[in-house]
């Protein structure tokens, strides 16, 4: 799927350089490429994240970071967070203390991914607690290592909270669980709480229903709880 991106890129700054500076670049190469790449089997469609952990799994990884003295990062916290908001691993370790409104309840999340707009995608999201965690007592829980000269929530690096994570998939003999797959999780139980997906958008920071539905595996027993929440 990287691979087929990074050809799509190639093939678009060739196509811009001859329609806006009028250079003769052909792309019929990049074309017969993709083709033999896909004859190979080396791009493709992009596998679907249908890995969700499950609720033990959770239970563990929340316990194990809990029981470690030695773990610098509230990576306890930050699984719960990350299940929470939906939010993705770098946008939870970048947002700094000005982007939570205390009152309405709302994060700000600055220049968030987005395939077509690299930079002032900005995006306020409701924090809501249907998750089974508080985002807004997890955040507070924060404040006593809150400095002036690291105004970030979470003032770790992302990439050692990744690994903190995969080190403790490994040690609980937890498989094929990375730490997108809390994304994923925080997503599925939008939609299981009953939101639609425009209200679940709002959260997750998706366009359209293709790229959001790609993180979405509905568990069979959550509708159960949609049933009675309509019903009451």
Known sequence: MTLSIDIGAIKLVLTHAAAVHGLTVPVEAINLARIALKRLGLVGKGTERDRRPTDEEI??????????????????????F???TAMRQEEIFRVVWDDF??????LTIRDRKDP????GNDQRIPLLSISGFDPIAIIEEQRPARTNSDMRIFPFNHRSA???????CRDLGIV?????????????????????????ALVTGHRD???????T????????????SMAA
């Open 59 to 80: 239970e563990r990884l929340i316990a194990h970071f809990e029981a470690n003295p030695r773990q610098i990062i509230p990576m306890a916290a930050v699984v719960r």
């Open 116 to 119: 077509r707009e690299k930079s």
């Open 217 to 228: 595996h509905l568990r069979p027993e959550s509708l159960h709880l949609v049933a009675a």
């Open 209 to 215: 229903w293709k790229m959001l539905r790609r993180y």
């Open 162 to 168: 990744g690994t903190a994570f995969s080190r403790a």
């Open 101 to 106: 409104a205390v009152r309405t309840k709302i």
């Open 82 to 84: 990350a299940i929470a």
């Open 176 to 200: 094929d669980l990375h730490f997108h797959h809390l994304r994923h999780e925080g997503t599925s139980r939008l939609f299981e709480a009953g939101f639609q997906i425009p209200q679940v």
